[in-house]
C-alpha cells in the first residue's frame, strides 16, 4: 500500500519544484520532515550552529544570488532565535521564506503568537492551513516572497504537516530573478496609472536636460541596471555614487564617486553637494545615504525611481517620483535636447582618479605599540588578497575600513546586511554570499564585538571547507559606544574587555590564523594566499583605537 504524501512533504517538494536550490536552518522535531523533504527533492541543505546565522546566511545567498532565501526553523524558541535575522531580511525587502513548525496548542512551552513575531519585525505571516492545499500554499509563500520582494514566515503547524496531502504533478519552477536583487515584479500598470508613469518619466527627460549638474544615486534596486544607468549617465553628464548596500555598481567607470553619505569620500561629497539634479535609482535616500539630508543641496532638485511609490519621499523631499522598474526607467527615458556635458569635464575626471578613493586621501599612520593603523591594514589587505572576491561586512565602528578601503569587482562582490544595524551578523554574511558566489573569495570584515557574537559560525565554515579570510578588526571594546560616549566623561567599563587570543580561538575550530599588530605581521596572509588554502584564514587584527571612524563622526551628528 502506498503511504499518502505528508503535507510537510508536499511544501518541501512544491518549494523544490517551484525553483528553491538552497536551504540553510537549525533542525528540530518542528521542521525535521519538511527540511527533509526538501533535500529529498534536490535542495542542497547548510546547517548552521545557530538560527540567527542561519536567517542571515540565508539573506546574503539571496542577496547575492538572485534567489528566493529558504531558511527552515524548529518552532518558538527556533524563530525566536533566528529573529534579528529575520528582521534584516524584512527591513531589506529580502526576497526570503521562513519555514517555521508551529505548536498551535496555548499549553504548549512552545506555543508563541508567530503571527505577531513576524509582524513586529516587517515580515509577511502566512500559514499551512489545509493539508490538502500544502503545494498551493507553499507555492503563495514563494510568489509574495519572489514578486513582492518580501520575507514571509510560512508557518507550519504540527497537526497539518503531519496530515496527508493530496499527490500532485510538479510545479512550474516560479523563479524570475536575473541577477543579484533584481525584482520578479512584473510592471502591470495600465490605464490612468501607466499614463502617469509615463508623464513622470517624460517629466524626469526634461529635468535632466535642463540639469547642469546632475548625480544619480543608485541603490540595491538598481543592480540589475549598471548598462542602462550608465548609457543614460552619458548622455546627460550626470556622475555616479551609490548607496552602501550598491557599492561596486559602477566600479571601473571614470565617473564612479563610489558611495554616497557617511561613506563617502571628501570629494564625493564635494560634488554631490553641488549637485543641481539628484535622482535616486531604487534607492531610499535615506539618513545614512544622504548624512541626514545634508549632502542635498536646498537648491537641488530631487527625483526618485523606484518600484515602491511609498519608497518616494519617505527620507527626503522628493520634487519628482516616478514608480517603475530601474532598468526600464532608464531605457526608455528620451532627453530633449541630446548629449549634454552636465557635470563631466577633463579635470573632473582628473580629480575623481587622484581623490575618488578613501586610499587616496591623506592620512597620519597611527600604527604603534603593538597595534596596527585599520587604515593601514586595509590597504594592505586590498594589496593581497585577488580582485574577484565577495567582502561582507558587520556592524560597530570599524566597519567603514573594509567598506571603503576594499575594493570590489562589482555590486556582487559587496554584501552589506545594514538595514537593520545588527553586530554580530558578519560572519553569518559572508558564509551565505560564499555559497553564492563559488567563484570568488570570500572575505568576511568583523569587529571583536560582532565576532564573539557569531563565533559558533567558524565551525560551519570549517565544515563547508569555504576558503574564507576572516579579519577582525580588534579595539577590545564596542568602539562606537567608547566614541560616543567617552567625549563626555561616561564611565566605559562596560564596554571595554581584556585582551583575547582570538587567532587560537579560531586554530581551535580548524582555521589557519595569524595575529597582525603591524604591516609586517600581513606575511602570514600572503603565505596563506599562496595556497592550498585548504583551511579558511583568521586575521586577528589588533588595531588602534585612539579615535572614532570618520564615517561614526558623521553618523553622531544626528543622533
Not at 216 to 232: I, K, P, S
Not at 342 to 366: F, K, M, N, Q
Not at 410 to 421: E, I, K, N
Amino acid at each position: 500500500m502506498t503511504v499518502p504524501e505528508t503535507a510537510a512533504a508536499a511544501v518541501g517538494r512544491a518549494l523544490a519544484a517551484g525553483g528553491v536550490r538552497t536551504a540553510f536552518g537549525v533542525v528540530g522535531s518542528g521542521n525535521f520532515h519538511v527540511t527533509n523533504a526538501l533535500v529529498e527533492h534536490g535542495v542542497r541543505f547548510v546547517a548552521a550552529r545557530h538560527e540567527g546565522g542561519a536567517a542571515t546566511m540565508a539573506d546574503a545567498y539571496a542577496r547575492m544570488s538572485g534567489e528566493v532565501g529558504v531558511v527552515t526553523v524548529h518552532q518558538g524558541p527556533g524563530l525566536t532565535n533566528a529573529m534579528t535575522g529575520i528582521a534584516e531580511a524584512a527591513k531589506s525587502r529580502t526576497p526570503m521564506i521562513v519555514l517555521a513548525g508551529e505548536a498551535t496548542d496555548a499549553r504548549s512551552n512552545f506555543h508563541i503568537d508567530q503571527d505577531a513575531l513576524a509582524a513586529a519585525v516587517g515580515a509577511v505571516p502566512m500559514r499551512l492551513t489545509d493539508a490538502a492545499r500544502a503545494e498551493e500554499q507553499a507555492l503563495e509563500a514563494f510568489r509574495v516572497a519572489s514578486r513582492e520582494r518580501r520575507t514571509v514566515l510560512l508557518n507550519l503547524p504540527l497537526d497539518v504537516q503531519s496530515a496527508p496531502s493530496r499527490s500532485r504533478a510538479p510545479a512550474p519552477a516560479l523563479t524570475g530573478a536575473a541577477g543579484p536583487d533584481r525584482s520578479a515584479a512584473q510592471d502591470t500598470t495600465a490605464g490612468p496609472d501607466r499614463a502617469a508613469a509615463d508623464d513622470a518619466t517624460a517629466e524626469l527627460g526634461r529635468l535632466l536636460a535642463g540639469a547642469r549638474r546632475p548625480v544619480f544615486v543608485a541603490g540595491r534596486g538598481a543592480r540589475h541596471a549598471r548598462r542602462e544607468l550608465e548609457a543614460l549617465a552619458d548622455r546627460t553628464g550626470a556622475l555616479l555614487a551609490t548607496s552602501a548596500v550598491a557599492k561596486g555598481l559602477f566600479h571601473g567607470s571614470p565617473w564612479d564617486l563610489d558611495v554616497s553619505g557617511g561613506f563617502a569620500t571628501p570629494l564625493a561629497a564635494e560634488l554631490i553637494r553641488g549637485a543641481d539634479l539628484i535622482v535616486g535609482w531604487g534607492c531610499a535616500l535615506n539618513m545614512w545615504t544622504t548624512r541626514h539630508g545634508t549632502l542635498i543641496p536646498p537648491e537641488a532638485k530631487v527625483a526618485q525611481v523606484d518600484l515602491d511609490p511609498a519608497a518616494v519621499g519617505a527620507h527626503v523631499r522628493a520634487d519628482l517620483g516616478v514608480v517603475g522598474d530601474v532598468r526600464a526607467v532608464a531605457a526608455a527615458l528620451t532627453v530633449p535636447g541630446g548629449a549634454a556635458p552636465g557635470y563631466r569635464s577633463a579635470e573632473l575626471a582628473r580629480r575623481i582618479r587622484d581623490e575618488g578613493r578613501w586610499r587616496s586621501v591623506p592620512y597620519r599612520d597611527e600604527s604603534g605599540a603593538g597595534r596596527i593603523d585599520p587604515r593601514t591594514l586595509t590597504i594592505a589587505l586590498d594589496d593581497l588578497l585577488p580582485s574577484e572576491r565577495v567582502v561582507s561586512v558587520d556592524s560597530g565602528n570599524f566597519m567603514g575600513y573594509p567598506s571603503m578601503f576594499l575594493d570590489v569587482p562589482d555590486a556582487g562582490g559587496f554584501c552589506f546586511t545594514q538595514a537593520f544595524q545588527s553586530v554580530g551578523l558578519g560572519l553569518a554574511t559572508a558564509i551565505g554570499a560564499a555559497l553564492a558566489r563559488p567563484d570568488r573569495l570570500p572575505v568576511a570584515a568583523l569587529g571583536d564585538g560582532g565576532a564573539f557574537m557569531g563565533i559558533a559560525e567558524l565551525e560551519t565554515v570549517v565544515r563547508l571547507g569555504l576558503p574564507m579570510v576572516v579579519v577582525v578588526y580588534d579595539d577590545e571594546a564596542y568602539g562606537a559606544e567608547v566614541h560616543h560616549f567617552g567625549p563626555h566623561g561616561h564611565p566605559l567599563g562596560t564596554v571595554r574587555f581584556p585582551p583575547a587570543d582570538l587567532a587560537a580561538i579560531a586554530r581551535g575550530h580548524g582555521f589557519a590564523a595569524v595575529t597582525v599588530t603591524d604591516a609586517a605581521g600581513l606575511a602570514g596572509v600572503a603565505e596563506w594566499l599562496k595556497g592550498p588554502r585548504d583551511r579558511p584564514l583568521l586575521v586577528h587584527a589588533r588595531i588602534t583605537g585612539e579615535r572614532g571612524s570618520w564615517w561614526l563622526e558623521e553618523a553622531f551628528k544626528g543622533h
